[in-house]
Nanobody, 120 residues
Framework: VQLQASGGGLVQAGGSLRLSCAASGRDAYRTPMGWFRQAPGKEREFVASISGNGVGTSYADSVKGRFTISRDNVKNTMYLQMNNLKPEETAVYYC??????????????WGQGTLVTVSS
């Protein structure tokens, strides 16, 4: 599976962004996927995950109620709608495929990352 993340950018605190992750290649169709992020000087952390059929979703406690993960299996694309963003959420956001849940070691494929900068 090859992954291409996009949609990052600069946004003010309280603003919104929608990230996209396009999947292609063998086994891309209906593979479970997730979003992770890595802030400067910090370890990569789980953000959200979605099952292959889109029914199951899970979120980090810090983003529940503000972020929504979704997917369009016709387009083989996953999304992350981020609302009410906070400056501490400035990070490179990575999409990953092949697993459902928060364990990064479970995922088989990773995108290149897209930078989200939240200004105060």
């Amino acid at each position: 599976v090859q992954l291409q993340a996009s949609g990052g950018g600069l946004v003010q605190a309280g603003g919104s962004l929608r990230l996209s992750c396009a999947a292609s290649g063998r086994d891309a169709y209906r593979t479970p996927m997730g979003w992770f992020r890595q802030a400067p000087g910090k370890e990569r952390e789980f953000v959200a995950s979605i099952s292959g059929n889109g029914v199951g979703t899970s979120y980090a406690d810090s983003v529940k109620g503000r972020f929504t993960i979704s997917r369009d299996n016709v387009k083989n694309t996953m999304y992350l709608q981020m609302n009410n963003l906070k400056p501490e959420e400035t990070a490179v956001y990575y999409c990953a495929a092949g697993c459902y849940g928060s364990n990064s070691e479970c995922y088989r494929a990773w995108g290149q990352g897209t930078l989200v900068t939240v200004s105060s």
